[in-house]
Nanobody
Framework: QVQLVESGGGLVQAGGSLRLSCAAS????????MGWYRQAPGKQRELVAA???????NYAESVKGRFTISRDNAKNTVYLQMNSLKSEDTAVYYC?????????WGQGTQVTVSS
C-alpha cells in the first residue's frame, strides 16, 4: 500500500500560479508513473499530467504550456507547477501512483481560481 499526501492547493486569482506537491510513502517511488488528475463539480475526473520513472511526460491539451510536472525521486515527491491559471482550472486535484496493476490515489487538494 502506498500513501500519497498532496499539498499546495488554495485560492488564487486568474493569471496566478500555484505549485502542488505529492509525497509518496514507498521505497520504490522511482518505478512508479506519477500523475495529477483533477475533478471539477459535475465533471469526470481527468488526467492533467503524468511523468514516468524515467522522466517522460504527457499533458492534457488544456494545460500544455502552462503546467509542468516534475519529480524528485530522492524525496519521493512529484510536483505540479501551475502558471497562468484560469477559472476553468478550478477543481480538486488528485495525485496518482501507477505501477503494473497497482494504482493509488491521494486524498485530493482543492484549487480555486477566481476570475
Amino acid at each position: 500500500q502506498v500513501q500519497l499526501v498532496e499539498s499546495g492547493g488554495g485560492l488564487v486569482q486568474a493569471g496566478g500560479s500555484l505549485r502542488l506537491s505529492c509525497a509518496a510513502s514507498t521505497s520504490i517511488f522511482s518505478i512508479y508513473t506519477m500523475g495529477w488528475y483533477r475533478q471539477a463539480p459535475g465533471k469526470q475526473r481527468e488526467l492533467v499530467a503524468a511523468i514516468t520513472g524515467g522522466g517522460n511526460t504527457n499533458y492534457a491539451e488544456s494545460v500544455k504550456g502552462r503546467f509542468t510536472i516534475s519529480r524528485d525521486n530522492a524525496k519521493n515527491t512529484v510536483y505540479l507547477q501551475m502558471n497562468s491559471l484560469k477559472s476553468e482550472d478550478t477543481a480538486v486535484y488528485y495525485c496518482n501512483a501507477l505501477w503494473d496493476w497497482r494504482r493509488y490515489w491521494g486524498q485530493g487538494t482543492q484549487v480555486t481560481v477566481s476570475s
